[in-house]
């Protein structure tokens, strides 16, 4: 497979598609990943301007492969409301004095999450019980548990809490 333009169209004789390689008599000036090419008809929904929603020249035929990137967006985007790491609302934190700037997050030990959740049962502590005593919020408990800290923005007050009321070490 042709990583950049082997020139090989440029006398006009060319054959070949620069980027599979296939024998093709439709091949069609292409921008891919910055490096200009001649491409078969597989390999032009490749092209970084159709992509973008240019046109390079003549019309487009519509089929199932013209589809795929709004499909896979899509399919992105349900699998991402079905499963957040974050909900884009980081008002709760803010306002309950977790502002990372002020209170940020040390550098945990590895397995902390696994540690936390050991730690909380040993103690006789459910999940929610435990968020309610911390007075934090039982999703910020969960991420930390999940060894998620980082991406659910739980400041460094909430691992200092879960050290010292479950007398174990999670920062380095």
Request: overall charge negative.
């Amino acid at each position: 497979m042709a990583k950049y333009s082997t020139g090989s169209s440029a006398g006009g004789g060319g054959t070949s598609c620069e980027l599979c390689g296939t024998e093709s008599d439709s091949l069609r000036p292409a921008q891919v990943a910055g490096a200009e090419l001649e491409v078969c008809p597989e390999c032009a929904p490749h092209d970084d301007a159709q992509k973008r929603g240019g046109n390079r020249g003549g019309s487009r035929s519509r089929d199932r492969r013209d589809d795929e990137p709004s499909r896979k967006q899509k399919a992105a985007q349900n699998v991402a409301k079905a499963n957040p790491v974050w909900d884009g609302d980081s008002e709760h934190w803010e306002q309950e004095g977790t502002n990372y700037d002020d209170d940020p997050l040390p550098y945990l030990v590895s397995e902390y999450g696994s540690a936390v959740v050991e730690a909380r049962r040993e103690a006789g502590y459910q999940r929610e019980e435990l968020a309610d005593e911390l007075g934090v919020p039982e999703a910020d408990l969960l991420a930390v548990e999940q060894g998620r800290a980082t991406q659910a923005g739980v400041g460094g007050g909430l691992i200092a809490a879960l050290e010292d009321r479950l007398e174990i070490t999670l920062a380095e």
